[in-house]
């Protein structure tokens, strides 16, 4: 992958690699996905707050995340995560994955067994755990 200059500095700033993309992507797509996609921002800001010309306050921010999508024909999964670290990406894209994942698994009819644990049963009434 080639990112174009400015992109590198946000890339360079919080320490993601172009490998660690590639790993986020393809966990994102480990459910069965077609299609996957992340959504890195961040957000500077600057507050002040003035009474009669006198600065009662004054704040500043940073706030950055990423946000993965994953889209599985007519299903679409999301997570977020304000934690950039690769643990962090990896389980957003995991859990993207399989929010759709879970969209086509749970239109499926389940039964409960005695223990309250749910067994799914597919088109053909066969049972899955």
């Given at each position: 992958?080639?990112?174009?200059?400015?992109?590198?500095?946000?890339?360079?700033?919080?320490?993601?690699?172009?490998?660690?993309?590639?790993?986020?992507?393809?966990?994102?797509?480990?459910?069965?996905?077609?299609?996957a996609?992340?959504?890195?921002?961040?957000i500077?800001?600057?507050?002040?707050?003035?009474?009669e010309s006198?600065?009662?306050?004054?704040?500043q921010?940073?706030?950055a995340?990423?946000?993965?999508r994953?889209?599985?024909?007519?299903r679409?999964?999301?997570?977020?995560?304000?934690?950039?670290?690769?643990?962090?990406?990896?389980?957003?894209?995991r859990t993207a994955?399989?929010?759709a994942?879970?969209?086509?698994?749970?239109?499926?009819?389940?039964?409960?067994?005695?223990?309250?644990?749910?067994?799914?049963l597919?088109?053909?009434?066969?049972?899955?755990?």
């Open positions: 992958m080639n990112f174009p200059e400015h992109e590198l500095h946000f890339f360079q700033k919080f320490g993601l690699t172009t490998r660690l993309i590639e790993r986020c992507l393809g966990e994102a797509l480990s459910a069965g996905g077609d299609f996609d992340l959504y890195f921002e961040s500077t800001s600057s507050a002040i707050s003035v009474d006198i600065v009662k306050s004054a704040s921010g940073v706030s995340g990423c946000g993965v994953v889209c599985s024909g007519d679409t999964g999301y997570a977020y995560t304000d934690d950039l670290s690769a643990e962090r990406l990896l389980r957003a894209a994955a399989l929010i994942l879970w969209i086509e698994v749970s239109n499926h009819e389940y039964n409960e067994n005695e223990e309250g644990q749910r067994r799914w597919n088109e053909s009434r066969e049972e899955h755990v």
